[in-house]
């Protein structure tokens, strides 16, 4: 059983489209995340949702829409693509009472190509 | 945006050797440090974390932090080219969020 898959893996499409990627963990953990990856390696947080409410926004597009629709599923919604959004996206899980440990659980990630 | 710095590499060590990675950060309100290990093309995991000024051994690894000089680093006992891997620090701050380096990669040559 994966602990915290994402779906899909690899997304190649045109600019302007719009794509979405989902999430799911089986960890029992109440807190989520997206991060991006850039080809720089650098692994930027975008969003964090704490049994379902949004705790984390960081300066993000607003055509990037995150939606929780139970504490075990994170989704991102991408609207209007742009190249710039090429990169690899992470979602990761924790308990927020062991977030001291920086004990962050990492999907697989998922490639999107914007072309 | 919190700074984390780190050295791209990548750093080539022969295996046996000691690895010595370091990162800087740059808020000194910073409360926890970790160490991740990303394989290429898949997903970072966490080695080590450290919250108090010292050291922190746990089997070949060991993470060193230094809050007055906002410096941490991770030192890799007895190379193993399994080791050979992307090493991303990222610090903590007292809103749980993490702030990644772009990390440091490592080849052990056999």
């Known amino acids: 059983d994966t602990a915290v898959s994402q779906t899909p893996k690899y997304l190649v499409t045109q600019m302007g489209n719009d794509k979405s990627i989902k999430c799911e963990q089986n960890?029992?953990?109440?807190?989520m995340y997206w991060y991006k990856q850039d080809s720089k390696k650098f692994l930027k947080i975008m969003f964090s949702y704490n049994n379902k409410e949004l705790i984390i926004n960081e300066t993000v597009p607003n055509r990037f829409s995150p939606k929780s629709p139970d504490k075990a599923h994170l989704n991102l919604h991408i609207n209007s693509l742009e190249l710039g959004d090429s990169a690899v996206y992470f979602c990761?899980?924790?308990?927020?009472?062991?977030?001291?440990?920086?004990?962050?659980?990492f999907g697989e990630g998922s490639r999107l190509t914007v072309l | 945006q919190k700074e984390v710095e780190q050295n791209s590499g990548p750093l080539s060590v022969p295996e046996g050797a000691i690895a010595s990675l370091n990162c800087t950060y740059s808020d000194r309100g910073s409360q926890s440090f970790f160490w991740y290990r990303q394989y290429s093309g898949k997903s970072p995991e966490l080695i080590m974390f450290i919250y108090s000024n010292g050291d922190k051994e746990d089997g070949r690894f060991t993470a060193q932090l230094n809050k007055a000089s906002q410096y941490v680093s991770l030192l890799i006992r007895d190379s193993q080219p399994s080791d050979s891997a992307t090493y991303l620090c990222?610090?903590?701050?007292?809103?749980?969020?993490?702030?990644f380096g772009s990390g440091t990669k490592l080849n052990v040559k056999p």
């Open positions: 990222a610090v903590g701050d007292n809103f749980n969020k993490f702030y």
């Open positions: 990761a899980s924790s308990l927020s009472d062991r977030l001291n440990t920086g004990e962050l659980f």
């Open positions: 960890l029992g953990h109440d807190t």
